[in-house]
């Protein structure tokens, strides 16, 4: 009995296998009991065991497998005020951290961000992604994050992480200065920029974020439906033919009601063209009024980056006046609607601007 009761009261082998994906901190259940010196511990890859005695943070052990004495325990050993070769039981917390990486973490804007786009001025912007977590310092994760919790979930510290992601998120999005329409090319640049913004925040939690992913980047609902047809109005071109082509669409539709009175207003006009004919030459009709021309095509707006910032937008006209004056070279760098990203002036279609730009004159006496 006696010994039954001994070999109860101290603890020798001390290891965690985990069955969960979501744990990020265990704590190794003592009961009471206190840990024999020369005790087993297994600390797996993936893993690191902290130590707390008294609620001090005591010794970090990194994968491996240990035999808890003086000699690999100096930080125990001076909280316990242990002499050297003294093998004395002792109660401590242990915990086991888990140090993989949680994929698969989401994260997105519940409110819009508030952006001024330099085409379409201020304009509300939503993003979403995923990121992967993993603790860098299981320390500093036990003493600022987990405390006494004796089993910690990622799910616990998930939203403050998202926090800070979408405040340093609407800080990049409103300083980046990249249109809206190009955002979706730039969301690996846009991603870059806010993963670095974050990482000293969350290094104070004693976490690192390995990957941080921008999925999609989007304007609100009512935004991009006027955006769609200004895009359908820009492929309908000729605004009469895209009529006409309507029309015809309907007609070719027997059962649709704009085919029956498209239908029954050309079987008027054959109608009357026929009486006309039958009327002879006091009753031929007139000769059909010509087409009004097309209306001239918008001239295009540009934008210009000069030191650091951007300026327009301008009309054709004027970029070519500030070319003629030498207020634009070849390399400036610009922007025009349906653009991919900001190219050198000398690649885009104001390249022929610069052909008309004559040459110095010549020196005087010649």
């Not at 919790?149 to 939203?159: A, C, K, L």
Request: charged share 20%; proline share 8%; with cysteine.
């Amino acid at each position: 009995m006696v010994f039954g009761f001994l070999k109860g009261e101290f603890i020798d082998v001390i290891s965690w296998l985990d069955d969960t994906r979501d744990t990020m901190v265990w704590r190794f259940e003592r009961r009471d009991n206190a840990i024999k010196y020369g005790a087993k511990l297994t600390v797996r890859e993936g893993q690191a065991a902290v130590f707390i005695n008294e609620g001090q943070l005591a010794d970090v052990f990194t994968p491996g497998l240990y035999e808890l004495q003086t000699n690999n325990m100096p930080i125990m050993t001076t909280l316990q005020h242990w002499d050297h070769g003294f093998q004395s039981p002792f109660k401590c917390e242990i915990y086991f951290v888990n140090t993989t990486r949680f994929n698969d973490l989401k994260w997105g804007t519940q409110n819009p961000i508030m952006c001024r786009d330099p085409e379409f001025g201020p304009v509300r912007i939503r993003a979403f992604g995923n990121y992967s977590m993993r603790v860098s310092d299981p320390g500093v994760f036990m003493k600022e994050v987990v405390g006494t919790d004796g089993e910690f979930t990622s799910d616990e510290i998930s939203n403050q992480i998202r926090n800070v992601i979408l405040q340093q998120m609407s800080q990049v999005l409103a300083k980046s200065g990249i249109p809206v329409l190009d955002m979706a090319a730039n969301t690996m640049d846009l991603a870059k920029l806010v993963s670095t913004a974050i990482a000293p925040a969350i290094a104070a939690y004693g976490l690192v974020l390995p990957e941080f992913y921008i999925e999609n980047v989007s304007l609100p609902e009512e935004v991009e439906k006027v955006l769609d047809k200004r895009t359908s109005m820009g492929i309908a071109g000729d605004l009469n033919k895209y009529m006409q082509f309507n029309a015809a669409e309907g007609m070719a539709q027997p059962g649709s009601a704009m085919g029956a009175t498209m239908g029954a207003a050309m079987g008027a006009g054959m109608g009357f063209g026929m009486g006309q004919q039958q009327a002879g030459p006091w009753g031929a009709a007139p000769a059909a009024a010509a087409p009004p021309p097309p209306p001239p095509p918008a001239s295009r707006a540009w934008h210009v980056v000069e030191n650091g910032a951007t300026k327009g937008p301008f009309s054709e006209a004027e970029i070519a006046a500030m070319v003629s004056s030498g207020g634009l070279t070849k390399a400036a760098q610009v922007w025009t609607a349906g653009q991919e990203g900001w190219k050198a002036a000398g690649d885009t279609d104001l390249s022929r601007l610069f052909s008309m730009v004559p040459p110095p004159p010549p020196p005087p006496g010649q």
